[in-house]
């Protein structure tokens, strides 16, 4: 091996984790031990999450729940309080979560109940994916600017979605209106 491919290797282990090549909606020990490295060490850093967040122009924002990402946060709260999780709680979390893609959404409204009845949706293609959980925030909290945020959560099934989609989330008011639209690109998350 030259210096210069040893240099070379040196140089992309430092530069921290790699982006895999897409989305995995189930983990292999390997991924999950991936996973709780990176969120144990994501305390120093404050835009950790930024493969996973997806925003658009009207200042709505998203963030993709993957699997991964999922054990990423729990390493990372446990790090904050300087304590060890337990043997068993990533294999609770990815069950909690299996089967589905779980998406936070911040979203911006002029009424404290300006988000109650949304209706999510995932495009793919030429598909319309309903979700299997919704819930939306009733009581959305008052913002400097004097609109509301409202933080909502939707789960939605895998088994239609390929870990290297690209989907567009719709949200839409009770009438069907779009109301918000992200592009996420599942194959830029791990």
């Known amino acids: 091996m030259t210096a210069l491919t ?4 040196l140089v992309l282990l430092l530069a921290g984790p ?3 090549g897409a989305a995995s909606f189930t983990l292999e020990p390997q991924q999950q031990n991936d996973a709780l490295r990176v969120g ?12 996973w967040r997806v925003a658009n122009p009207a200042g709505d924002s998203v963030a993709v729940m993957t699997p991964f990402h999922r ?8 790090a904050f309080k300087n304590e060890r999780m337990k043997d068993s709680e990533p294999e609770k979390l990815l069950r909690e979560q299996q089967d589905r893609l779980v998406i936070w959404a911040n979203l911006h409204g002029p009424r404290e109940d300006f988000a109650r009845f949304y209706a999510p949706r995932i495009l793919l293609g030429d598909r319309e ?5 919704v819930q939306n925030e009733r009581t959305a909290i008052r913002t400097d600017g004097g609109g509301y945020l409202a933080r909502c959560v939707y789960g939605f099934p895998v088994k239609e979605i390929a870990p290297k989609s690209r989907l567009i989330l719709v949200v839409r008011d ?17």
């Open 129 to 133: 994916i309903e979700p299997s959980f």
């Open 71 to 78: 054990l990423v946060l729990a390493a990372r709260n446990a």
């Open 40 to 51: 144990a060490q994501s305390i120093t850093r404050d835009s950790f999450d930024t493969e």
């Open 174 to 190: 009770p009438d069907g209106r779009d109301v918000s639209r992200f592009t996420i690109d599942l194959a830029s998350m791990r």
């Open 18 to 20: 790699s982006v895999a």
């Open 6 to 9: 040893l240099a070379a290797r």
